[in-house]
């Protein structure tokens, strides 16, 4: 007879949970990898552990969410929403990021990342979440964000120099919770 189950999936296997301090090597490697090869980021340079401890901090310290993903005892990877804007009238938006090791692409760990993402900051009262996606070729992250509710909102053209080429950013944008129906739940700072 055979069995009617199948072999696990990687989300049988996935652990989300907010990010630690001890995490900062592996995001640093898998931002490392991102930085120098891919268009995700602008950055040209890879930041350094105590560079990405200092930011890290900033959004803990801002009541920002910031989750992993682990897999098997690996961290496969990570994503965090920050301020948008400093001044005061964007406090209620936040801009998210999500970034997943190469070897864990494509098996649903950044839409359960950005899933959580997303609660965590409608449940933390923000109203609205941009994401700036490098490189209007990433399909891959166009189509993450979409199939989280994302609407893409507009393209700047040709503003970033990497890889010898010009990239284009895509902008996409998610209401949270009431969105712009009500006023905002969170004050200016």
């Given at each position: 007879?055979?069995?009617?189950?199948?072999?696990?999936?990687?989300?049988?296997?996935?652990?989300?949970?907010?990010?630690?301090?001890?995490?900062?090597?592996?995001?640093?490697?898998?931002?490392?990898?991102?930085?120098?090869?891919?268009?995700?980021?602008?950055?040209?340079?890879?930041?350094?552990?105590?560079?990405?401890?200092?930011?890290?901090?900033?959004?803990?310290?801002?009541?920002?969410?910031?989750?992993?993903?682990?897999?098997?005892?690996?961290?496969?990877?990570?994503?965090?929403?920050?301020?948008?804007?400093?001044?005061?009238?964007?406090?209620?938006?936040?801009?998210?990021?999500?970034?997943?090791?190469?070897?864990?692409?494509?098996?649903?760990?950044?839409?359960?990342?950005?899933?959580?993402?997303?609660?965590?900051?409608?449940a933390r009262g923000f109203r609205q979440m941009l994401a700036v996606i490098g490189d209007s070729n990433n399909r891959a992250s166009i189509r993450l964000h979409e199939s989280l509710g994302f609407r893409i909102v507009g393209m700047l053209q040709s503003v970033g120099w990497k890889h010898g080429r010009w990239l284009d950013t895509v902008l996409v944008?998610?209401?949270?919770?009431?969105?712009?129906?009500?006023?905002?739940?969170?004050?200016?700072?």
């Amino acid at each position: 007879m055979e069995s009617s189950l199948s072999a696990p999936s990687i989300t049988d296997e996935l652990v989300l949970r907010d990010c630690e301090a001890g995490d900062i090597p592996e995001i640093t490697a898998i931002y490392r990898h991102a930085v120098l090869t891919g268009s995700a980021s602008f950055e040209i340079e890879p930041p350094s552990e105590s560079e990405m401890t200092r930011r890290r901090e900033l959004l803990i310290t801002g009541n920002f969410p910031y989750v992993v993903a682990i897999v098997a005892d690996e961290l496969a990877g990570y994503a965090y929403a920050g301020a948008y804007r400093p001044r005061p009238a964007y406090a209620n938006t936040v801009e998210s990021s999500v970034y997943v090791s190469e070897n864990f692409h494509g098996r649903g760990i950044g839409k359960a990342l950005m899933t959580r993402v997303i609660r965590e900051a409608e449940a933390r009262g923000f109203r609205q979440m941009l994401a700036v996606i490098g490189d209007s070729n990433n399909r891959a992250s166009i189509r993450l964000h979409e199939s989280l509710g994302f609407r893409i909102v507009g393209m700047l053209q040709s503003v970033g120099w990497k890889h010898g080429r010009w990239l284009d950013t895509v902008l996409v944008q998610k209401a949270l919770g009431r969105g712009d129906t009500a006023s905002p739940s969170r004050a200016g700072r």
